[in-house]
């Protein structure tokens, strides 16, 4: 036991540190899964600050995100979910440095798809049935708070090309499709709003050209927040 220590308040030094308080803590987010493999996956912190992609086995967990990635981004300045399963089991995430990239589980082989300094990417969600990827752009071409932009977009993993499909917004978040790919629903939100407080929920029709039809809002109005939406197997969508 340490001899006990007289000090005036505040001067008292405590044997624990916030480094040695942080330094073995894990932080688990952002499980996914394959609808058609099973294949589970979640992100997991480390000590030095970046994320890695861990796949959940039968008989225990695997890292699969190579060493010198890190997937994390800084949309709004937080940061989002940062991966999504592909159909065929490849994973698309954006990686630190704001470029995006697709890794294959198996081998950890890792191509690079998009990047662009200018532009943040996070909220991956794929499409079950084509090459599409819906995420939350940041554009800040022009870098101060006012001129910041930003949109929902459509990614296509086999050419690379990005479609901004949502721009009349402040800000989104949370784009996702329905179980057969058909449908698609997202948050939006304006300046000086605050998404637990203001935060609507749309729906719109989805087109295998990376389009949208149709678009409704579902629930939502001034000083009622709207979150979490989900797709149900049947179609239908809970919040």
Same mark, same amino acid.
């Given at each position: 036991?340490?001899?006990?220590?007289?000090?005036?308040?505040?001067?008292?030094?405590?044997?624990?540190?916030?480094?040695?308080?942080?330094?073995?803590?894990?932080?688990?987010?952002?499980?996914?899964?394959?609808?058609?493999?099973?294949?589970?996956?979640?992100?997991?912190?480390?000590?030095?600050?970046?994320?890695?992609?861990?796949?959940?086995?039968?008989?225990?967990?695997?890292?699969?995100?190579?060493?010198?990635?890190?997937?994390?981004?800084?949309?709004?300045?937080?940061?989002?979910?940062?991966?999504?399963?592909?159909? #065929?089991?490849?994973?698309?995430?954006?990686?630190?440095?704001?470029?995006?990239?697709?890794?294959?589980?198996?081998?950890?082989?890792?191509?690079?798809?998009?990047? #662009?300094?200018?532009?943040?990417?996070?909220?991956?969600?794929?499409?079950?049935?084509?090459?599409?990827?819906?995420?939350?752009?940041?554009?800040?071409?022009? #870098?101060?708070?006012?001129?910041?932009?930003?949109?929902?977009?459509?990614?296509?993993?086999?050419?690379?090309?990005?479609?901004?499909?949502?721009?009349?917004?402040?800000?989104?978040?949370?784009?996702?499709?329905?179980?057969?790919?058909?449908?698609?629903?997202?948050?939006?939100?304006?300046?000086?709003?605050?998404?637990? #407080?203001?935060?609507?929920?749309?729906?719109?029709?989805?087109?295998?050209?990376?389009?949208?039809?149709?678009?409704?809002?579902?629930?939502?109005?001034?000083?009622?927040?709207?979150?979490?939406?989900?797709?149900?197997?049947?179609?239908?969508?809970?919040?």
């Amino acid at each position: 036991m340490s001899p006990k220590e007289i000090a005036p308040y505040g001067d008292w030094e405590s044997p624990t540190s916030v480094d040695s308080i942080v330094s073995k803590m894990r932080n688990l987010s952002a499980p996914r899964a394959s609808p058609r493999s099973e294949r589970a996956f979640y992100t997991e912190s480390r000590e030095d600050g970046s994320v890695t992609i861990v796949e959940i086995l039968k008989d225990g967990i695997r890292e699969v995100l190579p060493a010198g990635y890190n997937a994390k981004n800084s949309v709004y300045e937080y940061g989002g979910s940062p991966y999504a399963v592909l159909p #065929d089991d490849r994973i698309i995430f954006s990686n630190k440095g704001d470029t995006v990239h697709v890794l294959s589980p198996d081998s950890k082989e890792v191509s690079k798809l998009i990047g #662009d300094p200018n532009l943040r990417y996070s909220n991956f969600e794929a499409n079950p049935a084509s090459p599409w990827v819906l995420a939350t752009q940041e554009d800040h071409e022009h #870098d101060t708070p006012d001129q910041v932009r930003n949109y929902i977009v459509a990614i296509n993993t086999e050419t690379a090309e990005v479609k901004r499909i949502l721009d009349t917004a402040d800000f989104y978040y949370e784009p996702s499709f329905s179980a057969d790919g058909s449908r698609l629903a997202w948050l939006e939100w304006n300046h000086p709003e605050l998404p637990f #407080d203001a935060a609507r929920l749309y729906s719109a029709t989805w087109h295998d050209n990376g389009s949208i039809s149709g678009t409704r809002l579902i629930a939502g109005k001034d000083r009622e927040g709207v979150a979490e939406p989900r797709w149900g197997p049947d179609g239908s969508l809970f919040f």
